[in-house]
């Protein structure tokens, strides 16, 4: 898992609210689908007419959309089932970091175990990235800095984030939990050590 530190990209904006994690990554793709794979069926819904023939209306299909590693997208992003395979898809169709008023909660906490930022933002915000995110031949970049907590917009404005510190760690070291647990392995160990002396039936 790569460390997110700064990212500048173009931002791809999916307007629609409560899109479905079947949307994202369709339940029957899940069962013989190998890890590495799962971003060629990313959005497939939408995303083909039908099997292997894009739909050219799609913003995901546009120039230079089809590069995107940021994604704007409306109020409870990825709601529905639990399904890991979602942000792996958009993980692998080359999405590092999300913007959106609210996230299903499942998704969200996902995100930060496959080293992708999910941002939430005022839904007032985030209407107004997607409108700077619509390019007309200059391809607005924004770019986040997880260090600063910030976003700037395309036109210069900087918008401040939260993330939660221990994730925020995470990130900016490439870990996801169980990683970070290990970057303490001497703490645990040192730990266990005492409480085996002092406890030691609860070692037999």
Do not use: H
Not at 49 to 57: A, M
Not at 174 to 183: F, N, Q, R
Request: proline letters at 6%.
């Amino acid at each position: 898992m790569g460390k997110f530190t700064v990212l500048s990209s173009v931002a791809a904006p999916i307007d629609e609210k409560n899109v479905n994690t079947d949307i994202i990554i369709p339940i029957k793709r899940l069962v013989g689908t190998d890890r590495g794979t799962f971003g060629e069926f990313a959005f497939e819904p939408w995303r083909y007419l039908t099997e292997g023939v894009e739909n050219p209306d799609f913003i995901l299909n546009k120039m230079p959309y089809r590069n995107a590693e940021i994604l704007i997208a409306g109020p409870n992003f990825a709601c529905g089932s639990s399904r890991e395979g979602a942000v792996w898809a958009i993980q692998e169709f080359g999405i590092r970091a999300l913007m959106a008023p609210s996230f299903g909660g499942i998704f969200f906490n996902n995100c930060f175990q496959c080293g992708i930022l999910p941002i939430v933002l005022p839904a007032e915000i985030i209407e107004n990235f997607m409108r700077q995110a619509i390019s007309d031949g200059d391809n607005p970049k924004f770019t986040i800095d997880l260090a600063a907590n910030e976003v700037t917009a395309p036109n210069g404005d900087r918008t401040s984030f939260e993330v939660e510190p221990f994730r925020r760690d995470a990130l900016l070291n490439g870990l996801d939990d169980l990683g970070m647990t290990l970057t303490r392995r001497d703490e645990i160990g040192a730990f266990q050590a005492t409480d085996r002396e002092t406890r030691p039936w609860v070692y037999l």
